[in-house]
């Protein structure tokens, strides 16, 4: 989890407190794209889906340096996890 502290402290926000419980890995086998993975809501959302087990495409626009910060993390979890690059908001990116 040292990745998530650096970025929360250059991000200048408290640090992130990992539940101690159990983690259940109920996503094992699926699939997930994550819009807006590099940071934020988006980067949330794709560890805790890497953390139940799930296979995830960090999708960016910028900050390629960060997708793949979230790319480790997620397979430090033992899921498969690759960046790509695409703005979801122009139809022929989403093609």
């Known amino acids: 989890m040292r990745q998530s502290k650096d970025y929360f402290a250059e991000e200048g926000l408290p640090e992130a407190v990992v539940p101690t419980g159990h983690v259940v890995r109920s996503l094992v086998g699926q699939k997930a794209i994550v819009t807006g993975a590099n940071s934020g809501i988006g980067r949330a959302v794709a560890l805790a889906l890497g953390h139940a ?9 910028s900050r390629p340096e960060e997708a793949a910060k979230v790319v480790a993390e997620v397979e430090a979890c033992g899921a498969h996890a690759f960046a790509f690059k695409a703005d979801v908001s122009q139809e022929a990116e989403v093609q």
Not at 53 to 61: H, K, L, M
């Open 53 to 61: 087990g799930a296979d995830v495409v960090v999708n960016y626009v």
